[in-house]
């Protein structure tokens, strides 16, 4: 590819954010650019002692209908589409008088933040930017010859180029500021026609597309041998993407992902009512719990499963203490995410100079609505957010035996964890703490007999007589197909049992839990997780 040097001699600018413009603008003017704006862009440049001329005095026209109509003429795009090196097209440009424009520097209405603070409809409707895009969309197309700059930051670039080149840019930087302008406006219009979806209730669009903002460039993804990136989309949903990273290495593919489990799941206790701690690994939980302060559910939480939270990553769901941060520092942790810390705290986790601290200011609304996308050969599999609370299900009791008042407070306890640990699911619980998960197993009676083993390796670390299983109530994320999985748990020792049920041999089971006189009850909703 050569240089292909193309100068600079007339410039439009026309953006939203004024960050660096006046900045900018003086240094085109430096290199001789004439300055072509439009209004408070314009005023800023002006007010600024450069000379500019409006957009208004290029096209012949003012602008109209609440500025809806400025830039859509032939004289800007005539200026932005025409091939310099076409005689039909210099030709044309001569006829009607139009003008080279060969830098645009455009940053759109601001759509996206207007919809994140809740504004009311016209008002967004307001704030979906035309002109901006059809600018940007045709000096892109037309990059041979012209420069688009869709953000702030790529404004040094450009300078530099012009300054190394005597007021000239070359073409793999056009080329590369056309692709991220064709991104950016893909991005946009992504969250205009979701944001449309969302209002008008459409569950399935004919067409489907989302668009995020770089965070980072990730070192590699899952696996070294693969390559990765994260990005922010406009749904600011409290979580890792919009957290605060106060220390320690830079986040992994894996990190982030498990990190996400980790806070999603935490999310389920209203810090209002309670402390808890969820411990992760490889994206399931292995440890979670309700304490009277973070440092008690911190320790509950270990107690579940003492091998595997070395490497893993620790939710809390209120401002982290320092107590709780000396207690998660004496093993190794590769993340901590909560609301917020105390300063002592941050002084504590601190001396683990690798540890990462992620600040989220809050904890996401469970109950909240959203997308997941997931991507399949060819195809992208998009569903609503499983926001499902068992706070607001009705619980059925379909046993002889209801359930104590101890028994449906674990009960409950257990149903929400349930909901973040990959299907197939079983969950133990006593006294609000896991006492054994079991995760991901193609048998619901395999995920049962892991859930109790693991159960046994912690009593056996803790030198306690039986496992704490015995006593426990149990959760499955499904129903059970056949009464062996619900046998499995009583076997280990449970007493009460929580699930979706559905099952063609609900009656089997239910009859296999009156004879071992379990209590069970049924939610009607299931929280499969894949």
Known sequence: MTDQLRRVTRALLSVSDKTGLIELARALAAHGVELISTGGT?????????KV???SDLTGFPEMMDGRVKTLHPKVHGGLLAIRDNAGHAHAMKTHGIAPIDLLVVNLYPFEATVDKGAPFLECIENIDIGGPAMIRAAAKNHDDVAVVVEASDYQAVLEELAANKGATTLLLRRR???????????????????????????????????????QALRYGENPHQTA??????????????????QGKE????????????????????????AACVIVKHANPCGVAEGANLVEAYHKAFACDTQSPYGGIIAVNRLLDAGAARAITEILTEVIIAPDATEEAIAIIARRKNLRLLLAGNLPDPRAAGLTAKTVAGGLLVQSRD????????????????PTEAELRDLKFAFRVAKHVKSNTIVYARDLATVG?????????DSARIAARKALDAAADAKLAE??????????????PFADGMLACIEAGATAVIQPGGSIRDDEVIKAADEHDIAMVFTGVRHFRH
């Open 177 to 215: 500021l056309a692709a991220k302008a064709y991104a950016r406006t893909a991005a946009y219009d992504a969250a205009i026609s979701n944001w449309f979806a969302n209002v008008l209730e459409t569950e399935a669009p004919d067409f489907r597309a989302f668009g995020g903002r770089l965070i």
């Open 467 to 480: 496992p704490l299983t015995k006593g426990s109530v149990v959760a499955s994320d499904a129903f059970f």
């Open 42 to 50: 314009a005023k800023a440049i002006a007010e600024s002692g450069l």
């Open 251 to 274: 986040l992994s593919y894996n990190n982030i992902n498990d990190t996400d489990a980790a806070y999603e799941c935490i999310a389920e206790f209203e810090p209002n009512r309670t």
């Open 229 to 246: 990136a994260f990005y922010r989309l406009p749904d600011r949903r409290p979580g890792v993407a919009s957290a605060r990273q106060l």
């Open 437 to 445: 998960i079991g995760a991901g197993q193609m048998s619901r009676v």
């Open 387 to 402: 926001n499902a609370v068992i706070d607001d299900i009705d619980l059925k009791v379909v046993t002889k035996r209801a």
């Open 53 to 55: 001329k409006d957009v």
